[in-house]
């Protein structure tokens, strides 16, 4: 048996890499094992199916984003404005970068529609953003209030992601990331006043 070039781990960064350039139904398992400098029955060997090779993928993704971009959140030394541009600011830079890219972003949502076999990992990451997210809003407002705001901003720098890409523009995602980061002052912080009126103030902030 030749000697193998590649461990668990590199295939699964090169399987990322193409699964976003070319999309996962696109890619097959041999290219995946010549990226990797393997023989297709070599790439088996690890993984038996290109479907379990994906759900490492995904899951690699989502601990890369709970160790390096939802982890600012939780970190209450800093006030709520600091730990939301540090988590969206690293959201972006992730999204941004060609290497590693983001996958649950766009393909991974696209996957989970047209493969139901991966929609709750794709869900959990998800739920995981919406979390952190929410988080840090309730620090300053509201549950009802932090929770539309954190939909609001997730499902904002979703769709600016599909833009960016459509258009092969980071343009969209740049100014939902400022957009996002410029809400948190815009709104009343919460108090002991009238929730239902903060409420509808809240939904006044474009």
């Known amino acids: 048996m030749p000697k ?3 461990d668990e781990q590199t295939i699964i960064l090169e399987a990322l890499k193409l699964f976003r350039k070319q999309s996962y139904f696109n890619t097959s398992m041999s290219e995946i094992a010549d990226a990797c400098g ?3 029955g070599s790439l088996y060997h690890y993984f038996p199916s290109k479907e379990d090779l994906m759900k490492r993928v995904i899951k690699m993704v989502h601990e890369y984003f709970k160790s390096n971009v939802f982890s600012h959140a939780y970190d209450k030394s800093l006030p709520p404005q600091k730990r939301l541009e540090m988590l ?5 830079s992730v999204f ?3 290497e590693k890219g983001n996958l649950l972003g766009n393909m991974g949502v696209e ?3 047209m493969a139901p076999e991966f929609n709750t990992l794709v869900q959990r990451f998800f739920q995981d953003f919406f979390h952190a997210v929410k988080t840090i809003y309730l620090d300053k407002y509201p549950e009802q209030i932090a929770t539309e705001l954190a939909e609001r901003s997730v499902a904002e720098l979703e769709g ?3 833009f960016s890409r459509v258009f092969n523009d980071h343009t969209y995602l740049k100014n939902t990331t400022k957009r996002i ?3 948190i002052d815009t709104i009343p912080a919460k108090s002991n006043g009238n929730g239902e009126e903060k409420v509808k103030k809240a939904e006044k902030v474009k």
């Open 4 to 6: 193998q070039k590649a």
């Open 96 to 98: 941004l970068d060609n």
């Open 88 to 92: 969206f600011t690293s959201a972006e």
């Open 38 to 40: 393997l023989q297709k």
């Open 181 to 183: 980061l410029n809400r």
């Open 160 to 162: 600016s992601l599909m």
């Open 111 to 113: 996957t989970a529609l």
